[in-house]
């Protein structure tokens, strides 16, 4: 099985979310970070036909990288195997018991309605995550005071003092402060649709991926008026 360099990217991704995946028959991986802050789906090309469990998805990455020319592996009933030097080696790499690996819940999470929405450019988002590296900011808050929103670049208990903000495309008639830890942004780079429920949760969806993230909003540090 040859598997796209877009796959491979949604399993770099994955990897940083959680060590471990479940591969479920069909077309759509899904992740959850040990804390249950981050979920994650993706609707890829590849079609897989039976489940198997990944204990160590960076193992998996650096076995791949391996065949320079093709991300190339075959799929047997115990393991994975990787092709070496030109096919005259292989590596295997057993499969793990899925109830081993933490996996998300069967549903995704179910919003009746969100109570914010902008977009969220993939310039933005890129400076916005390298501004807080620079900064060692460990939050990025959106908020408004009733009209324009802007995301923030922030530490909400005032242990770093520089900060930084952005004015997004939108705007809300309730003001509100939403707080994430910078820890729990671990979309892949790109434009998104960011939608915050007061409800404690946000959903960015990638406007050119199959890509979509639940994260959790910082219920001590967030409030609705």
């Not at 590596?91 to 929405?117: E, G, S």
């Not at 960011?194 to 409030?223: N, P």
């Amino acid at each position: 099985m040859i598997l796209s360099n877009d796959f491979v990217e949604v399993l770099k991704n994955f990897s940083t979310i959680n060590s471990g995946l479940v591969v479920k028959p069909g077309s759509t991986l899904r992740t959850i970070s040990s804390n249950k802050t981050v979920l994650a789906e993706a609707h890829v090309d590849e079609v897989f036909e039976r489940e198997f469990g990944i204990y160590d998805l960076n193992k998996t990455l650096g076995l791949l990288s391996l065949n320079k020319d093709k991300n190339e592996v075959a799929i047997e009933p115990e393991q994975l195997v990787f092709p070496g030097l030109k096919g005259r080696g292989k590596v295997n790499q057993r499969f793990t018991d899925p109830k081993l690996i933490m996996t998300p819940p069967a549903k995704n999470i179910n919003v009746p309605a969100y109570d914010v929405k902008f977009d969220l450019d993939a310039d933005v988002f890129d400076w916005l995550l390298e501004v807080s590296s620079i900064l060692k900011c460990p939050n990025i808050a959106v908020q408004s005071s009733g009209g324009d929103i802007t995301i923030n670049a922030v530490d909400v208990k005032d242990e770093v003092v520089d900060s930084a903000e952005y004015p997004v495309n939108g705007t809300s008639a309730t003001p509100f402060k939403a707080v994430f830890k910078i820890d729990n942004i671990k979309a892949q780079p790109g434009a998104y649709t960011v939608e915050i429920s007061k409800l404690g949760v946000s959903k960015f969806t990638h406007k050119t991926k199959k890509l979509t993230y639940w994260i959790a909003v910082e219920a001590g540090s967030t409030t609705w008026k």
